[in-house]
């Protein structure tokens, strides 16, 4: 009978970088699912309250406001209010844990929606999908 725990050992150093990987990968895709809910909905939030807001006085700095009192870390690429209409495009970056493998450190995720007003109907579209880099 032959002893086999060398070859143990051999197929166990070449499955662990695989499984710590792929244990990495999920780490990640969880984390930016997660923060990307969390920008829409602060989006949201901002949008149903600066278009029922939206003739009054500061409109946009009280919009910034309200993002930044959910989130200091957001980036706020861009709120641009039109007559019956606001856009707002969010931006967070966060580390990311597999992608340090492959020399990147961290994702830019991106939420990017416009609401408007119909009917006395607040309605809220996304109009870009997930945008990293």
């Known amino acids: 009978m032959m002893n086999n725990k060398g070859q143990t050992l ?3 150093v070449f ?3 695989v499984i710590l990987g792929f244990s990495c990968l999920v780490i990640d895709v969880a984390v930016l699912f997660n923060t990307k809910a969390s920008l829409d909905n602060i989006n949201e939030i901002a949008l149903e309250y600066g278009v029922s807001n939206i003739s009054s006085i500061n409109i946009k700095d009280k919009v910034e406001k309200i993002i930044l009192e959910n989130d200091s870390d957001i980036v706020i690429e861009n709120i641009e209010i039109k007559q019956e209409e606001i ?5 967070k970056k966060i580390d990311s844990f597999f992608g ?5 450190d961290f994702y830019n995720v991106k939420s990017f929606y ?8 607040i309605i809220i579209d996304e109009v870009k999908r997930w ?3």
């Open 114 to 121: 416009k609401a408007k007003i119909i009917d006395d109907e």
């Open 131 to 133: 945008i990293y880099g």
């Open 87 to 91: 856009i707002i495009s969010l931006r």
């Open 10 to 12: 051999i197929i166990f």
């Open 15 to 17: 499955i662990l970088p």
């Open 100 to 104: 340090n493998i492959f020399d990147f």
